[in-house]
């Protein structure tokens, strides 16, 4: 089992729409969760840390985090073309790593 | 946000040479640098920590007298590719954390291919 998995995508939303992106990890003792926008030829920019159960809003993007299903979730509300990007979610496992997903592609359609 | 730069972001270069990136965080000092490859398509690799003043930290399957990590100041870090070929060809980012902050704040990268 990979230890952070996410659907790669594409995944396509309609401008205006809510983009759901989804993450699943392994380390069950895991604590600090990230996620990231990547540009292509870019390299990742931060979004936003979770750390604790439950939402974290900041503008248009709402995390998620459920340590009991080791799920965590990006929302972004009311999308733009500008958002489309890769969207990678990290984790730092419980021997200090970060460890990268994948990545799930998204595209907003104006 | 932490600012890190990286040189050069493009090199080109024939195979069997060496190829050198530097990594520098450019407004704090970084005691811990990392560094990751990423291949077309595909999500960042850590391929090793990179520690001031002390040797590097290589991830499993990653050959570190290929690629060689000095982390002589706390504001430098380098990678050497040595004798690149072109699998050797891809991104390469490199990243620190702001201390007991645990964030990492990335390089803008330095692309490489090897001919």
């Known amino acids: 089992q990979k230890e952070v998995e996410q659907n790669s995508g594409p995944l396509s939303v309609p401008e205006g729409a809510i983009a759901s992106l989804n993450c699943t990890y392994s380390?069950?003792?895991?604590?600090?969760f990230f996620w990231y926008r990547q540009y292509s030829g870019k390299s990742p920019e931060l979004i936003m840390s979770?750390?604790?159960?439950g939402d974290k809003e900041d503008g248009r993007f709402t995390a998620q985090l459920n340590k009991a299903s080791q799920y965590v979730s990006l929302l972004i509300r009311d999308s733009q073309p500008s958002d489309s990007a890769t969207y990678l979610c990290?984790?730092?496992?419980?021997?200090?790593?970060?460890?990268f997903g994948p990545g799930t592609s998204l595209s907003v359609i104006p | 946000g932490a600012v890190v730069s990286q040189h050069p972001s493009w090199v080109i270069c024939k195979s069997g040479t060496s190829v050198k990136i530097e990594c520098r965080s450019l407004?704090?000092?970084?005691?811990?640098m990392f560094w990751y490859r990423q291949f077309p398509k595909q999500s960042l690799m850590l391929m090793a920590t990179?520690?001031?003043?002390?040797?590097?930290?290589?991830e499993q399957g990653v050959e570190k007298d290929k690629f060689l990590i000095n982390h002589a100041s706390l504001t430098l870090s380098t990678l050497t590719v040595t004798s690149a070929h072109p699998e050797d060809s891809s991104f390469y980012i490199c990243?620190?954390?702001?201390?007991?902050?645990?964030?990492?704040?990335f390089g803008p990268g330095t692309r490489l291919l090897v001919l």
């Open positions: 990290a984790v730092k496992t419980s021997y200090d790593k970060v460890i």
């Open positions: 380390d069950r003792v895991s604590q600090s």
């Open positions: 979770i750390y604790s159960n």
């Open positions: 407004d704090f000092q970084a005691t811990t």
């Open positions: 990179s520690n001031e003043g002390s040797k590097a930290t290589y």
């Open positions: 990243s620190t954390n702001t201390g007991s902050i645990e964030t990492q704040y």
